[in-house]
């Protein structure tokens, strides 16, 4: 799945003249934890969380540095502290250091794009202009659709399932398909075996469960560890 296919196209957004008080109210009353800012024609500018509003001259939460570690921020950092703390519009405080994603984005790297930077949603954007926002929330709806019933029926391919969990074991590291034999019949996948550990067991189930048309995993592996088959 791809951004534009899961992607918030209702956005809340706010001009760069924006007051903070308007900013926080905004959040409070949408529900949301960040809002972009855009110009008039609707590109871009930054966005606004709720970190961006958590340090603030108003309510005495202004970010707090020994003298020793206002000697390591440096100046310019102390000066944009300053700002993001005392400015009272959306154009002081935001951060314009913004990840976005296009329209065909894929969602793995938007999922990876949330882990190294540590954020919770992030705008889809086209030649500059906001289309939309994909969060967490987006994902599970896309994850919603994606495992819903989707209407088909009848008998499953068993021999397809085999080939595609075989499959599915050779390219995964933590797998080693040479010494399991696996029986499909009606769509009920039979494990036989030896695995490592019971954390490669229970991967093995997922794997197989998750291939379409399979309808039950009988799991009669067992647990041998590497180091006693060496033994």
Known sequence: MRAKEIMTRRVVRVAPGAAVGEIANLLLRHRISAVPVVDAEDRILGVVSEAELTHRAEIGTERYRSWWTRLLAGPETLALEYVRSHGSRAADV???????????????????????????????????????????????????IRTAPDGTSGPPDDEAIRRRLLEI????????PSGLRVFVKDG????????????????????????????????????????????
């Open 169 to 176: 074991l050779r390219s995964e590291g933590w797998a080693f």
């Open 94 to 144: 935001m951060c314009r250091d913004t990840p976005a994603v296009g329209p065909n984005a894929p969602l793995a790297e938007i999922v990876r794009l949330f882990d190294r930077r540590r954020i919770h949603w992030v705008p889809v954007v086209d030649g500059g202009k906001l289309l939309g926002v994909v969060s967490r929330t987006d994902l599970l709806r896309g994850l919603n």
């Open 188 to 231: 009920v996948v039979d494990l036989w075996g030896r695995v490592d550990s019971e954390e490669q067991d229970k991967a093995i189930r997922i794997a197989a469960s998750t291939i379409p048309g399979v309808r039950m995993v009988e799991d009669h592996l067992v647990r041998f560890p590497a180091w006693a088959r060496a033994e």
